[in-house]
């Protein structure tokens, strides 16, 4: 059973930087699609980034509101993905999720639904 722990969180001022990590015990992450998602208070989940299984070509997808400013990747030797965030603003700040799945397909990389398993989440807030 694959678990994902997400960290990296914290406060921090518009235009710094965070970089948060989801760490997976229990299974290679590299079987898996790796979503990072986040939700705002009196928000739904919101899709933030994407990247696939090494076998698939291990590319990243980037949702528009973050896309110049966010990048994610893995690292297969230490079971973790990292989502590298510059240029933070206050519209940034939710709490951040890890989110993985073995059978994804293309068209459903940002549906949240799609994703079987989940971590506790990290705050991130943004503020000055």
């Known amino acids: 059973q694959l678990q994902v722990v997400e960290s990296g969180g914290g406060l921090v001022q518009p235009g710094g930087s965070l970089r948060l990590s989801c760490a997976a015990s229990g299974r290679a992450l590299d079987y898996y699609v790796i979503g990072w998602f986040r939700q705002a208070p009196g928000t739904e989940r919101e899709f933030v980034a994407t990247?696939?299984?090494?076998?698939?070509?291990?590319?990243?997808y980037l949702a528009d509101s973050v896309k110049g400013r966010f990048t994610v990747s893995r690292d297969n030797v230490k079971n973790t993905v990292y989502l590298q965030m510059d240029s933070l603003n206050v519209e940034d700040t939710a709490i951040y999720y890890c989110?993985?799945?073995?059978?994804?397909?293309?068209?459903?990389?940002?549906?949240?639904?799609?994703?079987?398993?989940w971590g506790q989440g990290t705050q991130v807030t943004v503020s000055s």
């Open positions: 989110a993985a799945d073995a059978h994804l397909i293309l068209s459903s990389i940002r549906l949240p639904e799609q994703y079987d398993y």
């Open positions: 990247i696939r299984r090494r076998g698939t070509g291990g590319r990243s």
